[in-house]
């Protein structure tokens, strides 16, 4: 099945046409600015021109940086206050005259990673954490996702773990990669205690450095890096959007 993937970043939305039996791009990615503010409408304005940019008719996955139930919006850490309680697949759906799924960004990630990227042919439960300006997160089992889980924001260390050992607080607290290495291990091994994972696949822009921390990485389970970068995502989208037309 072919669908327009979607990945709703706080920069960029970006899109291209997936074969969502085989993961492969059918087009190249489009981007466009995401606009600011990122209001539903202004976002849904966009949607339709990455739609009429590939002329598509089709179905549509979008990975969207919220918690997401039922396609309504729950939260809005990164994006417009005037989300919260708008039901996106409605919204988008109205605006494009498409079928239109939308799911968290970072599940979506998980989903693409899990089917085409670093933990194909994995089962068993796999933690995909997202390590950037905070920690997105998805958790599957056997392939099956437990959506918008936002284990970034789980309390740890007297805050939130996002707080403790993402990215930004890597830059913010001017720490080496060794020093961040072994914050960021502490936590490793509090998830695995909770979930106990067969593997975790490390996203974001600190996989591809992981040669300078990953010594530091004591868990059982496997730790792989994505390799699927910046696709993820929209594969993922487009995955989503297959599964809940079958």
Excluded at 148 to 161: C, L, V, Y
Aim: charged share 20%; net charge negative.
């Amino acid at each position: 099945m072919e669908v327009l993937g979607i990945d709703f970043g706080g920069s960029g939305i970006k899109g291209a046409i997936v074969d969502a039996e085989t993961g492969a791009l059918l087009t190249d990615r489009h981007r466009i600015v995401t606009p600011q503010p990122a209001t539903p409408e202004m976002v849904a304005e966009t949607i339709v021109q990455l739609v009429r940019h590939f002329a598509w008719e089709g179905p549509v996955g979008c990975g969207f940086p919220a918690l997401i139930n039922h396609g309504v919006a729950m939260s809005a850490s990164n994006i417009d206050k005037s989300w919260i309680g708008v039901n996106a697949e409605t919204l988008f759906s109205e605006y494009t005259g498409l079928p239109v799924f939308v799911v968290n960004d970072a599940d979506a990630a998980g989903i693409g990673e899990l089917r085409f990227g670093a933990g194909n042919g994995a089962d068993g439960v796999v933690l995909l954490l997202t390590i950037g300006t905070g920690i997105g997160s998805a958790l599957l089992n056997d392939g099956v996702l437990l959506p918008s889980t936002e284990f970034g924001h789980i309390e740890f260390k007297g805050d939130i773990a996002e707080r403790y050992c993402s990215d930004a607080a890597r830059v913010r607290d001017g720490m080496t990669w060794e020093k961040w290495g072994k914050k960021f291990n502490k936590y490793l091994m509090y998830m695995e205690k909770l979930f106990s994972p067969n593997m975790f696949i490390i996203g974001g822009g600190v996989s591809k450095k992981m040669e300078l921390f990953q010594h530091q990485l004591k868990v059982k389970a496997k730790v792989v890096p994505a390799s699927l970068r910046n696709q993820a995502g929209i594969i993922g989208a487009a995955c989503y959007a297959a599964d809940r037309l079958k």
